[in-house]
């Protein structure tokens, strides 16, 4: 088992280096470009900045998460409820980043208008909806691992 967690571990660290780096290097340089397109919201490119930074930081508490949960089952405590609070975190992290793009949507929309740029919606879209995704496959994961560590305690008590 160990080589399969230690396979999904590089994977974890793998998707979070890409966001890693649009938030060092194009982060800027993105909502800066905002500010130019649309200079009667330039005043908005901080707050702009800021809610990504946000989401970023919510996205790496995620992953974190998720490894923390990975060596949960290297450790042979994966029903444990340790496991369950990492993946209500998880799920947390996933609403509290899929509530921020909801939010920052309608800035999404006048930057798409203002550069005749419709997949920039659609793009938010499909993150709106994987972090949907996310946040039910954890919930579903947290109440299967919940109801499998009741079962387990009570067979515990019956032997």
């Known amino acids: 088992m160990r080589h399969e ?3 999904l571990k590089f994977a974890v660290i793998l998707i979070g280096l ?5 938030c060092i290097l194009a982060l800027p340089k993105f ?3 905002f500010a130019v397109l649309m200079p009667r919201l330039a005043y908005l490119e901080y707050p702009f900045f ?4 946000v989401t970023a930081v919510f996205y790496f508490a995620a992953l974190h998460q998720a490894l923390k949960l990975l060596n949960y089952i290297d450790e042979n405590q994966a029903f444990s409820e340790r496991s369950v609070t990492s993946l209500k975190k998880i799920k947390y992290c996933a609403i ?3 509530a921020l793009y909801t939010l920052f949507m309608p800035l999404f929309y006048l930057m798409a208008d203002a550069d005749d740029a419709p997949g920039l919606i659609i793009v938010v879209l499909v993150i709106i909806f994987g972090c949907v995704v996310v946040a039910v496959f954890a919930a579903v994961l947290q109440k299967l691992l919940k109801n499998a560590i009741d079962i387990k305690s009570e067979n515990d008590l019956t032997v």
């Not at 890409?18 to 649009?22: G, K, M, N």
């Not at 800021?50 to 930074?53: D, E, N, R, V, Y």
Request: with cysteine; net charge positive; proline share 6%.
């Open 5 to 7: 967690t230690r396979f």
């Open 31 to 33: 909502t800066h470009y």
């Open 96 to 98: 509290a980043i899929g």
């Open 18 to 22: 890409p966001v890693l780096a649009w």
């Open 50 to 53: 800021a809610g990504f930074c």
